[in-house]
């Protein structure tokens, strides 16, 4: 038997690979013959091997259960997501011209807060806001940026149009895997590069390193740089030492690290104290400092924030740079972009509805069952209600939960999210997808190309989280088929 | 370089040698049980005692038998020392610091760790046994020319290279600590039956180190008991012996920051090297032995002083309990 794209059931709404049944999508062409021409058993038999391939590098992210915490891998599907360069250049454009926008926020709101004065962002909503640091007004990261990396979260509806879902400014996680994924079709489907010009992605841990470069506060060629993680038991410390490895940078904890009296962080090595200059954390805010912050985290540093903003070391994202990884601020996003840069967004937000406002409200209680409600501050798919799924006692509960607390929701319209062929059980059929880009901002800015292509492997399951049931794609951003 | 990866760094090493040692004195006494005569019996308690876990061992078993002794050596988790426990824990440590090695040697080390959790429970059959052991030493090997050939020479390698080395000292004395044991009590049944069997007790030892071939070459077809014993703790060449293990120890030291281990180092080079290795074969080889271990026990100690300390504001090291 053969994966034939002729029998591929689309499902009606956006597929990234194929127009109609038999007909693929400019630039992916040789992709879907390819596909077409190889044998189902062969196929499996390159499934079979990118899962040993991803035993056996530990490609893992961490389970919490009541169990222990267990290492699973994350599953991976063969087929690539392909995007034509010229697409891909425009939605770059957007994702530069919104973090820029995001950054000019942020620094504006721990100083003068003109957007607020201006009536341009509410007030309340600063007001209520859980991820605003006191304790960062009035300082001064190099460059005026805060999120220095980012995580965009895109969607693309039934009409083609892409979105942008969410920004994650805080610690953004799966850049690992976008790289990974990346290696492993290189080792199996080598032939398939021989088609195409793909563009590569592997750059993107020396941009890291040159982005926390620029942030040293002491001159120099080689600065020294370490990821801060919370340590093994994390579900995203194969990421943390991934990108230390990657970037020949040390991977400390917490306990790796000291602050002293003279402002300056150290680090704990085998010769006694060394001075850090840049520290990339995978620590929120909440943990970072115990002298600053939740006085019982033993994750952090005592007086990091002293030397922060004493300008000692620099922290990639920045404390405090959160305040902009919020689903209210996010509708917002759009007028920021037209205040700060005088311009308009170039990637739409999906329409939302805040329910802080009075008849956004109203709307979304007597449309529960149509709506995704999202908590403002919960990120990992937590906390959500996905209207149409859900059962009548569980809108009931969200309907209280948002009369409670009406700043902490927002909802929007169910998209009818893409597809992208997937293998599933020896059949290829479509599955929904979204992808996240990351974004990098110090002296320069940079776009991943392509990213992270999460697929719901769930039969109409819109949920790509990896902690729920979600896999990854290698995404191509092509010049176009040869 | 981080205390806290150079200390997981050197236990690592120390592990990964722990279970490639044992995997070899395990494959040389099922060796050597064939060879001796029937109704002969072996001293497993003996075998406990080389690698130091005959009181671990008797927490949780009465009878020191094969199947009994060769589960807790090999599988059992409860005995920290156990191959499968080792490889674990090296597997464990060396996620702790991926990024400063060479990325496929986490990917080896995994490998190691999946092949020894799913094969070893066969190798407590005595046919699959040695083919088993064999391979988990290949793949250690495999983790160890991977390093040799692609990672600099920087102090991430000297740690591994100490903790390798320190392991390695240990386990040469502990195996020739139990010929002396296991020599009494086959001497009498060498006379019983006219067989050269100390002979083949001393060509047993140099089996259990995997050094029968070298020894041959270097110094002769007949395993002598001084000449096993010059070999085996002082020859310059042969890498398993006690000398060139501290050797290896102060080149690393020689590459990294402190005095205090290698002043702790001089001591037993001069101990090594002024025996009396003819007198050491028919008495006093115990004492030696133990000297030897409590010796490097105690470099172990100022090791984890004066590199480790950092790590450790208060609470225990791993590097500070005592030897095995």
């Known amino acids: ?482 | 370089m981080l205390a806290r990866v150079a200390e997981n760094l050197y236990w690592m090493a120390r592990y990964l040698e722990r279970a490639e040692d044992t995997a070899r004195l395990i494959n040389a006494t099922t060796m050597l049980l064939m060879d001796m005569p029937r109704g002969a019996s072996f001293g497993w308690d003996d075998l406990l005692r080389v690698v130091g876990l005959d009181k671990a061992f008797h927490q949780y078993y009465d009878e020191a038998s094969e199947a009994a002794v060769m589960s807790f050596l090999i599988q059992d988790e409860r005995n920290p020392s156990s191959i499968f426990a080792c490889v674990r824990l090296a597997r464990e440590n060396t996620r702790t610091f991926r990024e400063v090695l060479p990325r496929e040697s986490w990917e080896w080390v995994n490998e190691l760790y999946l092949y020894t959790s799913t094969h070893l429970t066969s190798a407590l059959d005595r046919r699959k046994r040695f083919e088993i052991l064999n391979e988990i030493i290949r793949r250690r090997q495999a983790v160890v020319g991977l390093l040799a050939g692609t990672m600099s020479r920087d102090e991430g390698f000297q740690f591994m290279r100490l903790g390798r080395n320190l392991e390695r000292a240990d386990m040469t004395t502990r195996v020739l600590d139990v010929s002396h044991a296991i020599n009494v009590p086959y001497q009498n049944s060498h006379a019983a039956l006219k067989l050269n069997l100390p002979d083949l007790i001393w060509m047993s030892v140099l089996h259990a180190l995997s050094a029968h071939q070298m020894y041959r070459r270097h110094v002769g077809v007949h395993a002598s008991g001084h000449k096993v014993l010059a070999f085996l703790l002082n020859d310059l060449l042969f890498p398993r012996s006690v000398r060139h293990c501290l050797h290896e120890i102060q080149f690393a030291l020689g590459e990294l920051p402190g005095v205090e281990p290698m002043r702790h180092l001089q001591g037993m080079l001069d101990q090594v090297d002024r025996a009396d290795y003819r007198a050491l074969a028919t008495s006093g080889l115990h004492a030696f032995c133990d000297d030897l271990q409590a010796r490097l026990a105690e470099l172990n100690a100022v090791i984890a002083q004066t590199y480790f300390r950092a790590a450790h504001p208060q609470k225990m090291t791993q590097s500070l309990f005592s030897l095995v």
């Open chain 1, 1 to 482: 038997m053969k994966i034939d794209c002729e029998s591929y059931p689309l499902l009606g709404g956006f597929d990234e690979l194929l127009e109609a049944p038999g007909k693929p999508r400019n630039g992916a062409e040789g992709l879907c013959d390819y596909f077409s021409e190889l044998p189902t058993d062969e196929l499996e038999a390159r499934h079979r091997a990118v899962d040993a391939a991803i035993m056996a590098s530990g490609i893992t992210f961490t389970v919490y259960s009541e169990a222990g915490n267990i290492d699973r891998a994350w599953p991976f599907d063969v087929v690539p997501r392909i995007i034509e360069k010229a697409e891909w250049d425009r939605i770059e454009a957007g994702l530069k011209q919104r973090l820029q926008a995001l950054n000019r926020f942020i620094d504006d709101l721990y100083h003068e807060q003109k957007i607020i004065q201006d009536g341009v962002f509410p007030a309340e909503v600063l007001a209520d806001s859980k991820n605003f640091r006191a304790a960062c007004i009035g300082a001064n990261p190099p460059f005026g940026v805060w999120a220095h990396i980012c995580g965009t979260d895109l969607v693309r509806d039934g009409d083609g149009t892409v979105y942008v879902l969410e920004d994650n400014l805080r610690v953004p996680s799966g850049v690992s895997y976008m790289l990974e994924n990346r290696q492993l079709m290189k080792k199996l489907f080598p032939e398939l590069f021989a088609r195409y010009d793909v563009l590569p992605v592997d750059d993107y841990t020396a941009q890291l390193y040159d982005m926390l470069a620029a942030l040293s506060p002491r001159e120099g060629d080689r600065p020294e740089i370490a990821v801060l993680t919370p340590g093994v038991f994390n579900s995203a410390y194969f990421e943390h030492s991934y990108l230390a490895q990657q970037m020949g940078a040390h991977l400390v904890e917490g306990s790796d690290l000291v602050v002293l009296d003279d402002d300056c962080v150290y680090m704990k090595t085998i010769e006694g104290l060394t001075r850090l200059d840049v520290i990339y954390r995978r620590v929120d805010d909440d943990f970072i400092d115990p002298e600053a912050f939740r006085a019982d985290s033993a994750l952090g540093v005592p007086g990091l924030m002293r030397a922060w903003k004493a300008g000692k070391v620099g922290i990639a994202n920045a404390p405090g740079s959160g305040v902009a990884d919020d689903k209210v601020v996010y509708a917002y996003v759009p007028q920021m972009i037209e205040y700060y840069l005088g311009e308009k967004a170039i990637l739409p937000n999906v329409p939302s509805y805040l329910c802080m406002h009075k008849a956004d409200c109203d709307y979304v209680l007597a449309n529960l069952d149509k709506l995704v409600v999202k908590p403002a501050n919960e990120s990992g798919g937590y906390g959500m209600l996905i209207g149409p799924k859900s059962t009548a006692e569980e809108q009931a509960k969200f309907a209280e939960l948002i009369m409670e607390n009406p700043r902490n929701y927002m909802a929007q319209p169910t998209l009818a999210l893409s597809t992208v062929p997937t293998l599933c059980d020896g059949v290829i059929e479509p599955r929904h997808v979204d992808l996240r880009p990351f974004i990098l901002q110090s002296k320069d800015v940079y776009v991943t190309r392509g990213g992270l292509t999460r697929v719901a492997l769930r039969r109409g399951s819109l949920v790509v989280n990896s902690s729920q049931g979600g896999g990854s794609k290698d995404t191509w951003v092509v010049q176009g088929a040869i």
